[in-house]
T-cell receptor, first 111, second 114 residues
Framework: DAKTTQPPSMDCAEGRAANLPCNHS???????VYWYRQIHSQGPQYIIH???NNETNEMASLIITEDRKSSTLILPHATLRDTAVYYC????????????FGTGTLLAVQP | NAGVTQTPKFRILKIGQSMTLQCTQD?????MYWYRQDPGMGLKLIYY???????DKGEVPNGYNVSRSTTEDFPLRLELAAPSQTSVYFC?????????????FGNGTRLTVT
């Protein structure tokens, strides 16, 4: 699975959009981009995933660049409860589904 | 739905003791996983299973054993606890074999070995 690079930490004002970048320049054509978050040492929570197209669900939007070498997770209206470590992971679909985690981005939402 | 349930939530072991971390899921997921997370680090995969009777090593399997006799349960065994195994352990499960199959995690077992 391709490696990812994320900034170690970011701040965001409550109510504003949080944009979390992820670099995955060695991604292969059949690898998906997944985002999870971990709130205060709880178990990681799935947010969203995508292959080529931009994706949106009730939690967030995922923007993948045309060359697929980077992506951005967007939380449209960040709240204090969105303070967490956000993990960007790339993996091949199917097979064992196992995930290889990096160290993620600590997003601190400020009041 | 309970999802993925891990017991115990906390445990303190002495060096050389053994214990089993329990994990059960009620979503009929074929795939199950054990991860550990050291302070300030991401999760590391210990073992995983793609179905009853089938297990395989992850990134950091040394010092651990697993078994998968049923679809629901995936216990993790520490035979001779060492201080290096002080960590938070997470169990997860997922549906098999499709790209749209996120992992569902339990809330972890915090283990201290002294």
């Amino acid at each position: 699975d391709a490696k990812t690079t994320q900034p170690p930490s970011m701040d965001c004002a409550e109510g504003r959009a949080a944009n979390l970048p992820c670099n995955h320049s060695t991604i292969s054509g059949n690898e998906y981009v997944y985002w999870y978050r971990q709130i205060h040492s709880q178990g990681p929570q799935y947010i969203i995933h995508g292959l080529k197209n931009n994706e949106t669900n009730e939690m967030a939007s995922l923007i993948i660049t045309e060359d697929r070498k980077s992506s951005t997770l967007i939380l449209p209206h960040a709240t204090l409860r969105d303070t967490a470590v956000y993990y960007c992971i790339v993996r091949v679909g199917g097979a064992t589904n196992k995930l290889i985690f990096g160290t993620g981005t600590l997003l601190a939402v400020q009041p | 739905n309970a999802g993925v349930t891990q017991t115990p939530k906390f445990r303190i072991l002495k060096i050389g003791q053994s214990m089993t971390l329990q994990c059960t899921q009620d979503m009929n997921h074929n795939y199950m996983y054990w991860y550990r997370q050291d302070p300030g680090m991401g999760l590391k995969l210990i073992y995983y299973s793609v179905g009853a009777g089938i297990t395989d090593k992850g990134e950091v399997p040394n010092g651990y054993n697993v078994s998968r006799s049923t679809t629901e349960d995936f216990p993790l065994r520490l035979e001779l606890a060492a201080p290096s195994q002080t960590s938070v352990y997470f169990c997860a499960s997922s549906y098999p074999g499709t790209e749209n199959s996120p992992l569902h995690f339990g809330n972890g077992t915090r283990l201290t070995v002294t």
